[in-house]
């Protein structure tokens, strides 16, 4: 065995488990450690401290402890799944019949005629006698097998298959969490700071664990949890502050303390409609954060449609007043066209050159564009991941917008920003995807968040319904009459072939029915598997009123902006999360007429979640409380994707439940954070330690204290 502290052993050398055991609870429950096993936390627990007596029996199925003497064992039928052992228990007041069907041979090894025991099992009546089958027990003068499992508030792990076969039921994980306390003096040190475990009136940490695995009472068990709750917050929000706070210790920017004529001119003549008091309130925000000399990281959430891209033109114009360029990074070329469109026809007035830059770009056009960035006179760029090539360089880069930010991963986001190797320049994020504010306070908490939570005036709400197979022409004929005014259609598919192994509708099959249904129309056609070029070419088309209904998978999701466009269908909408039905539902809707869309159901009634997530959708437009419904029926994970987000799982706190302890960790970690941000004062040194193993466990290797 290693010199290291018990708690970080190897959970082989833990007694009764072994490399069998070990592989199991590695495989089942990342269980690799002493210390990874007291981090495996209960899933439930069972009261089992009130003690029954036999003559106060009644009532059937109900779950009692008792004590008493074993009377004589009797094996009882013949062949598989009738034979079994029984028993009785005599505790003076009367007596109960015992039954067991498995493990016989182990109860006669261990158990005599005559014993004391404790047993715990639910209660059954036969010929008005009370009876238990398959009691758990165990000799009442065994203190810790009694203790362990019975006379006290029960804790039960979590299971598996693999377990199961390697001998690993509650049981035997009680014994092995129990050992883990026993084997030596000081558990896993405390490294919350003595005067934040006081402000927050949190339980020691030994305590904690103690009292989370094996619960004196109902509040001491409450509080442990919460103080466990409250370090998985706090380790996380720590590294989030810190990160932030050591950005801006490390990476001056450039500050930008004027409002100047291209703002002002701007927003007096040539604003498209008024801005929103959401839109005004975000601007604000961050012109707050430019004109500081410290990098701004700031993401803007805004619900389709609720004008996130007028308020990146307005900040861009303050970095061009004060003398700096901003680049634009857009997912798709053809959401990056549609920015430089608009850009470019808002900004013309103004004397303002944006240039457009995107694979589709060749090298002849490269050439004069790439130095119009080193001399200054592009002052916006505006493309696809292009930007981020090593041709690509700026000659006073301020700004740095990323549109749809988690189509991008960090690397790339990275190499944008690094284009200024003088000062570092501001961040601006925009994301069309609500996310609550608990989970956002958890994931972003290196970011600074502002929310456009307010539609332009004038935007009709869009008409939402379910329908089923059988009202497949109706819905069509609604469809038709669209069309005829002039409209456009969007229909969605979730898969792209038709698969033998479910009975999604392929969208190739759907284009198909369409094309033959509406024959005096035009039907596009796009999905993942089309090459870039042919994909572009049929968004195209119906952006330009080429085509008249598309036939997509959900890469239309984020970045088609076609106002005709009147109707939305989803076909197997019951296969889809709600963020994403949200999502679908915002590329209709953003012109003057009224818009609708149409959740159909391939299997109807659909389930009970399915159903949910459905009427949600008919009687919700604003997309924070949709993705707050998201957030409590799929769990934040899910509602992310745990590994894409940066987000570690959590082992006990839950994002939605305990939003009240996660707010009292992010203010302390935030306060931390400002006081110590690299954790080098000498009281800190414990939780500077543990948060390092914390970011080496957790991939979170951005950060080094």
Known sequence: MSTRPYWQQEITYLKGVGPHRAVALQESLNIYTWEDLLLCFPRKYMDRSRLHTVATLQEEGEAVTLTGRLGAFETQGTG?????????????????????????????????????????????????????????????????????????????????DALKQAGLDSRQLRRLVHAVLEAAPGLPPEFIPAPLTAQYQLLPREQ????????????????????????????????????????????????????????????????????????????????ADLALPIQMNRLVQGDVGSGKTLVALMCALIALDNGYQVALMAPT??????????????????GVRCQLLTGSVKARARKPLLAELLDGSCHILIGTHALIEDSVQFARLGLTIIDEQHKFGVAQRTRLWQKNQALAPHNLAMTATPIPRTLAMTVYGDVDISVIDELPPGRKPITTTMRGDPH??????????????????????????????????????????????FTDYRVGIVHGRMSPEDKEGQMRDFKERRSHILVSTTVIEVGVDVPNASVMIIENAERFGLSQLHQLRGRVGRGAEQSYCILMSGKWPATRDAQQRLKAMCEHQDGFRIAELDLELRGPGDFLGTRQSGLPEFRIADVVMDADILGEAREAARQLAIQDPDLQQPEHQALQQHLNRYIRQNGLAELRL
């Open 333 to 350: 070329e053809i959401l990056a066209e549609q920015h430089f469109r608009s850009f470019s026809h808002l900004l013309a007035p103004l």
């Open 208 to 287: 904690a664990l103690q009292q989370v695995h094996f619960p004196q009472d109902r509040a001491l068990l409450r509080a442990a949890r919460r103080r466990l709750k409250f370090e998985e917050f706090f380790l996380l929000d720590l590294v989030m502050f810190s990160r932030r706070q050591l950005r801006r210790l490390q990476r001056p920017a450039p500050a930008f303390p004027h409002i100047g004529q291209l703002f002002n001119t701007f927003y007096e003549n040539h604003l498209p409609f008024q801005l929103t008091q959401a839109q005004k309130r975000v601007i604000k925000e961050v012109r």
């Open 472 to 517: 497949r022409l109706r819905v069509y004929g609604f469809l038709r009459e669209e069309l005829e005014k002039g409209r456009q259609a969007y229909v969605v598919y979730p898969l792209v072939e038709q698969s033998a192994k479910t009975d999604l509708l392929a969208v190739t099959h759907g284009w198909e029915a369409l094309s033959q249904y």
């Open 80 to 160: 598989p799944g009738k034979k079994r052992l029984t028993s009785t228990l005599d505790d003076g007041t009367g007596t109960a019949l015992l039954t067991w069907f498995q493990g016989t041979q182990w109860i006669q090894r261990r158990f005599k005629p005559g014993d004391e025991v404790v047993l715990f099992g639910r209660v059954s009546f036969f010929q008005n006698q009370a009876q238990l089958v398959h009691p758990e027990i165990d000799p009442l003068r065994d203190e810790e097998h009694a203790v362990l499992n019975h006379l006290k508030i029960v804790p039960f792990y979590p299971g598996s």
